[in-house]
């Protein structure tokens, strides 16, 4: 696969996610659901090489970009982002916020991979990390709901409740987040893409 291809296929696993991504969970996904291994350093360089063409005036209708730091709009290499989003879909807080991480969940849990592998063994536990977000009460609470479906897997279970979850903090995140978005979203092209 040349660079052109990958580069197609990771923008093409980043729409589908829509959320800043760490490089590992990018190479897993890329992996996963499009049949393409590739490491860290490799997504890395290909980002740099975004950048570099950026800045010596290529044109492209979408750019591979780091994550925005909240409050000053520094890149955050860790992560990958298109720069045809919102500023509100690529901002962080040095970490995903828990609202990004229940979308995160929502959207590994909708993954349907079933063939044992490595990139397999690390959804799974990356599944069962961010599931910490799910409140136990509110498991319970579905369970014992008369309505509930007996033959409704966990997993299942787990996706409504982060979908439900992630609505509601999302909706407080916004208005706490307003002023600081604004900022970002007033930043010239160059740095409203690539961190400033």
Not at 122 to 141: C, F, G, Q, T
């Amino acid at each position: 696969m040349d660079s052109g291809e990958l580069r197609g296929a990771v923008l093409d696993a980043l729409q589908g996610f829509w959320a800043p991504m760490l490089l590992d969970d990018l190479a897993m996904v890329l992996a996963l659901e499009h049949g393409v291994d590739v490491d860290e350093e490799t997504l890395s360089a290909l980002a740099a090489a975004d950048h570099a063409d950026f800045a010596a005036g290529v044109e492209r209708p979408v750019w591979l970009c780091p994550a925005l730091e909240y409050r000053d709009g520094e890149a955050n290499d860790e992560f990958l982002t298109r720069s045809d989003w919102p500023v509100t879909a690529r901002v962080v807080r040095e970490v995903l916020s828990e609202s990004q991480e229940l979308w995160l969940l929502k959207q590994f849990l909708s993954i349907d991979c079933r063939t044992p592998s490595p990139h397999l063994d690390r959804l799974n536990e990356r599944i069962h990390d961010l599931s910490v977000h799910l409140p136990p009460e509110r498991i319970a609470e579905k369970k014992a709901d008369p309505d509930w479906d007996e033959e409704t897997d966990d997993l299942e279970l787990w996706w409504m409740l982060a979908e439900d979850l992630h609505g509601e903090l999302r909706r407080h995140e916004k208005i706490a987040e307003a002023g600081a978005i604004g900022a970002l979203e007033a930043l010239p092209r160059s740095e409203r893409y690539f961190g400033t």
